[in-house]
Structures are given as structure tokens and as C-alpha cells.
């Protein structure tokens, strides 16, 4: 099996968005609402809005194929603070996971934000993903506040910012 490591273009738009359903209701069901998946779903994964992100300068989207088929993707983009990247998004298709491919993508993304400069790599989990807060915390983040965002239509992301310290 290979591992392939890739920029998303514009043709990986409606495949990006697809494996995003997919992960969210595997993860979310129990966590947040039906109503609340739906409604980011709606917001973060139109098609205009991805392929508007796919063209700022400071953000990156990257896919992992394996053998040819998507099996994950992360997008990061520098933060207002200097020294800073945020890990945005990153999902891994729920029967590849376990299987490295979100730490392969989190070492690519940390590679990229040294690149960049930074010296810290954030990103915001959901205070109720226990899952994915053990995988952070397995990679080296640590919680570094406790947020609660109102994100519209009487919707709140309750999450943890979590930090890790790059070398």
C-alpha cells in the first residue's frame, strides 16, 4: 500500500466534501446535533467555499491517497499570531483509521509550519471528541484554553484549543 501526501486541487473539491459527511457522522452523532452537523457541514464544505480557500496564499489543503483513493485530507493556515499555524481541519476516513495516517498528516503540516517560521502548531477539538483529544495529546498537543464560540443559528463550538510546541 502507498501513502501519497498531495496538495487538494480543485477537481478533489466534491471528493474533499464527501469524505467530510462521512467523518462527521461517524464522530459527531452523540457529541453535537444532527442539526448542528448539518448546519456546519453546510457552512465549511460548499463547494464555492472550498475552492475559494484552495486559492488564499496562506492557506493549505492536502489529501492522502492511498493506492489512489482518498482516505484522508487536512487543511492548516497561519493565525494572527506570529510564530503561529493552526491545524483547521483533519479527518481520516473511519475505516483507515488507526492506521497512522492522521500522525503521517500532522507531521506533514508541522513540516510545513517550521517552513513557515512557526514555532507552535494549534487546533480546536470539540471538549466532547474524547477520540480525537487522545490522538492529540499521543502527538504532543496539550489543551492550552477551554473556548466556547457562538458559530450561528443558536449553534456554540464548545472546544479545547490544543498547542504543540515544534522543534
Same mark, same amino acid.
Request: hydrophobic share 45%; with cysteine.
Given at each position: 500500500?502507498?501513502?501519497? =501526501?498531495?496538495?487538494?486541487?480543485?477537481a478533489?473539491v $466534491?471528493? =474533499?466534501?464527501?469524505?467530510?459527511?462521512?467523518?462527521?457522522?461517524?464522530? /459527531?452523532?452523540?457529541?453535537i446535533?444532527?442539526?448542528?452537523i448539518?448546519?456546519?457541514? $453546510?457552512? !465549511? /464544505?460548499?463547494?464555492?467555499?472550498?475552492?475559494?480557500?484552495?486559492?488564499?496564499?496562506?492557506?493549505?489543503?492536502?489529501?492522502?491517497?492511498?493506492?489512489?483513493?482518498?482516505?484522508? @485530507?487536512?487543511?492548516?493556515?497561519? +493565525?494572527a +499570531?506570529?510564530?503561529?499555524?493552526?491545524?483547521?481541519?483533519? /479527518?481520516?476516513?473511519?475505516?483507515?483509521?488507526r &492506521?497512522? &495516517?492522521g500522525g503521517?498528516? =500532522?507531521?506533514?503540516?508541522?513540516? #510545513?509550519?517550521?517552513?513557515?517560521?512557526?514555532?507552535? &502548531?494549534?487546533?480546536?477539538?470539540n471538549? !466532547?471528541?474524547? #477520540?480525537?483529544?487522545?490522538? /492529540?495529546?499521543?502527538?504532543?498537543?496539550?489543551? !492550552?484554553?477551554?473556548?466556547?464560540?457562538?458559530?450561528?443559528?443558536? @449553534?456554540?463550538?464548545?472546544? @479545547?484549543?490544543?498547542?504543540? &510546541?515544534? !522543534?
Amino acid at each position: 500500500m502507498s501513502l501519497k =501526501i498531495s496538495p487538494v486541487t480543485d477537481a478533489d473539491v $466534491e471528493a =474533499i466534501a464527501a469524505l467530510a459527511h462521512i467523518v462527521w457522522q461517524d464522530t /459527531y452523532p452523540g457529541i453535537i446535533t444532527q442539526a448542528q452537523i448539518d448546519f456546519m457541514l $453546510e457552512q !465549511r /464544505y460548499d463547494p464555492r467555499r472550498l475552492l475559494g480557500e484552495l486559492a488564499m496564499p496562506d492557506v493549505w489543503w492536502d489529501k492522502a491517497t492511498l493506492d489512489g483513493e482518498l482516505v484522508a @485530507f487536512t487543511s492548516s493556515l497561519l +493565525t494572527a +499570531t506570529p510564530g503561529e499555524m493552526k491545524l483547521d481541519r483533519i /479527518y481520516v476516513d473511519p475505516t483507515r483509521q488507526r &492506521l497512522g &495516517l492522521g500522525g503521517r498528516l =500532522i507531521a506533514h503540516v508541522a513540516q #510545513r509550519a517550521l517552513a513557515q517560521g512557526c514555532q507552535t &502548531l494549534i487546533l480546536a477539538v470539540n471538549k !466532547r471528541n474524547e #477520540r480525537a483529544i487522545a490522538a /492529540y495529546r499521543k502527538h504532543g498537543f496539550v489543551v !492550552r484554553q477551554a473556548v466556547c464560540v457562538d458559530i450561528g443559528n443558536d @449553534f456554540v463550538m464548545d472546544d @479545547f484549543i490544543m498547542a504543540r &510546541l515544534l !522543534r
